[in-house]
């Protein structure tokens, strides 16, 4: 029997309160505890605590914590303990301080004792809602700590790269979201840049063919949303056509960055100076929005770029709900561009809209039925 407990950070504890009633521990459900008390404690004490529970002879039992110092860790009612009766009770350290507990059977020990839950890298065991997910870890919007997310992304856009991201993720409250590689091309493709023969001949001493056929710099392709980094990787000339999904907070405002190498190393120098020493693989790409909906799945276009002259492309998503609301009044599948009265509404809503919930509001399509007719108003008068 193996054991281990984490006591999550303050804002954990806020992002996870709900989950945290359904919380199921081996076959008893997790007794919550007197809030205000572990908030005090967790502002003394802060950090994450572990233990490892050993077995000896005639049933006697060792209590240890393995996350820093090596101090028994006592059930809330006795100092003396029966494993038999006591996976239900609160548990406390040495200094009084409340922890959460997992347990899970175990015949390999050695390996899951190296396993943590909230410790920044995703744990599959520990990826389900009795573990919160792993603390959080295998989700980018959860994820704390400068772990997360390295290396995580295997075989990505259908096994064609390597890169940092969260594959594993499936906390509700995420979306997925499709990002397709429609095209590559070198950032001197004559359809990208066009100019005189001459002028490569006189000033670099070299033919445009030549110049043109230089191979390309592999680019750096990530996204971030809410300011977290969801997925980073390199683009090369093998990822054309391919796709790759991911599963981001629902509603969550992204950027999507492509630069020659990543942004903290090259601070802000251009990726598409051409003139630069090398070309560099030039991206078009298709960002989708994927609604699921009675077991169907419905491709919604967020935007479909190409990144010649620009690095950055802003875009906040539409929280599910819309979808579910407005579904029987506009057409989905064209929801995203902000152009005409009915998308100028949703976008205004969007923006308006700080508590997704508020889709949930029982005047929503009013609200959203008035805002589309302001909207077609403004454009008559500018008629
Ligand atoms: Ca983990």
């Known amino acids: 029997m193996v054991a281990s407990s984490k006591k999550n950070s303050k804002e954990e504890e806020e992002a996870t ?25 967790e502002e003394a004490n802060g950090a994450d605590e572990e233990m490892v529970v050993e077995k000896y002879p005639e049933d006697s039992y060792s209590f240890l914590s393995i996350h820093g ?14 494993i038999s ?25 050695e390996y899951y004792c190296k396993l943590k839950v909230g410790d920044g890298v995703c744990d599959d065991i520990f990826n389900k809602i009795e573990y919160q997910y792993d603390g959080g870890d295998c989700c980018s919007d ?6 997360c997310g390295i290396g995580g992304l295997k075989n990505a856009f259908y096994g064609y790269v390597s890169g940092d991201g969260f594959p594993d993720c499936q906390r509700p409250g995420t979306v997925p979201i499709s990002i397709k590689l429609n095209n590559i091309t070198s950032s001197r493709d004559p359809e990208l840049l066009v100019f005189s023969d001459d002028w490569l001949v006189e000033f670099m001493g070299i033919a445009e063919d ?8 592999n680019l750096h392709f990530s996204l971030d949303c809410d300011g ?22 629902d509603g969550a405002n992204c950027t999507l960055v492509t630069r020659r190498i990543p942004e903290e190393i090259i601070g802000t ?20 929005n994927l609604y699921i909906k009675s077991n169907r799945e419905m491709e919604i276009e967020i935007s479909s770029e190409h990144n010649k002259g620009k690095e950055r492309e802003n875009f906040k998503l539409i929280p599910t709900c819309y979808f579910d609301k407005l579904q029987d009044h506009t057409n989905l599948s064209s929801i ?34 008035l805002a589309s007719m302001f909207f077609a108003m403004n454009l008559s008068e500018e008629l």
């Open 17 to 41: 309160r709900a989950e945290e009633e359904k919380l199921i521990v081996g076959k008893e459900e997790i007794k919550r505890k007197d809030e205000e008390k572990e908030e005090e404690e």
């Open 69 to 82: 110092p090596r101090e028994p860790l006592f059930s809330a009612e006795t100092d003396t303990f029966d």
């Open 85 to 109: 009766s006591s996976f239900d009770e609160s548990w406390v350290s040495s200094s009084g301080s409340p922890l959460e507990m997992y347990f899970f059977e175990s015949e390999h020990k």
């Open 142 to 147: 959860t994820c704390a700590g400068s772990s």
């Open 210 to 217: 030549e110049w043109r056929a230089e191979s390309p710099d």
């Open 228 to 249: 977290k980094n969801v997925f980073a990787v390199y683009v090369e000339k093998e990822m054309a056509g391919q796709r790759e999904t991911m599963r981001v907070r």
């Open 269 to 288: 120098q251009s990726t598409f100076d051409v003139f630069d020493k090398y070309p560099i693989w030039s991206i078009d790409y298709t960002i989708t």
């Open 336 to 369: 995203y561009p902000a152009v005409g009265p009915s998308n100028e509404a949703i976008d205004w809503l969007v923006d308006n809209d700080e508590q997704n919930s508020e889709c949930e509001d029982e005047n929503f399509i009013e609200r959203y039925a």
